[in-house]
Structure formats: C-alpha cells, structure tokens
C-alpha cells in the first residue's frame, strides 16, 4: 500500500486547505483511513478518520466544525477540507490506512504515508 498526500501550503489564520491522499495498493477502499498531524516538539495526534464507506468519521475535538473528512472510493483517494484555519492547526499532517473497516485509534493505522506541511501565519 501507497499513501500520497498533497495539498499542504502556507495559509493565513483563517484560511481554508483541502488535504488529498491518494492511495494505492489491494482493497485500500476496504479500510478506515485518516489524518494525523505532528506539530514540532509534539507527539503525533489523530485528527480525523473515516470509515471504510464513508457512513462514519471522528474528528479531534478540537477540529471539530472546521475541518471534513471524506473518500471517494473509485478514486481510491480521502480528503480533509480545513476551513477557519488557526495557528495551531500548523503541522505535518499524514494520511494513513488502518486493518480495520472502522478506526478511532492511531494502533489501529499500519500504513503511513509520507507527510505534508501546513503552515498557517497569524
């Protein structure tokens, strides 16, 4: 399995990106995937995840209400839309796969893909 993330750039507060991760690889549209992000100096943190159908996602309290999770699985690609961007959203931000058709947990993603930067300027 590949995970390829794009979409990540510098951003006023405010702001909006929208995240892609196209994914390749046998049945990819069969499993949870979702975002993570790792600021500097701090642990890596779930963001959002999505289902294997897309019925359900789960969002980092703190996101909730501003960013989107969504797949569209004959494209085999999931996206976060991040509107109403803070200076703290300003990560690495990594897409990745999980074993599971549903996933809330970081153990629970075993493919990782290479991350993307997003900068947001007060």
């Known amino acids: 399995v590949q995970l390829q993330a794009s979409g990540g750039g510098l951003v006023q507060a405010g702001g909006s990106l929208k995240l892609s991760c196209a994914a390749s690889?046998?049945?990819?549209?069969?499993?949870?995937m979702g975002w993570f992000r790792r600021a500097p100096g701090k642990d890596r943190e779930l963001a959002a995840t999505?289902?294997?159908?897309?019925?359900?996602?789960f969002y980092k309290e703190s996101v909730k209400g501003r960013f989107t999770i969504s797949r569209d699985n004959a494209k085999n690609t999931v996206y976060l839309q991040m509107n109403n961007l803070k200076p703290e959203d300003a990560a690495v931000y990594y897409c990745?796969?999980?074993?599971?058709?549903?996933?809330?947990?970081?153990?629970?993603?075993?493919?990782w893909g290479q991350g993307t930067q997003v900068t947001v300027l007060q």
């Open positions: 990745a796969k999980s074993f599971r058709a549903e996933a809330t947990s970081v153990s629970l993603f075993n493919h």
């Open positions: 999505i289902s294997w159908n897309g019925d359900t996602t």
């Open positions: 690889g046998r049945a990819t549209s069969r499993y949870a």
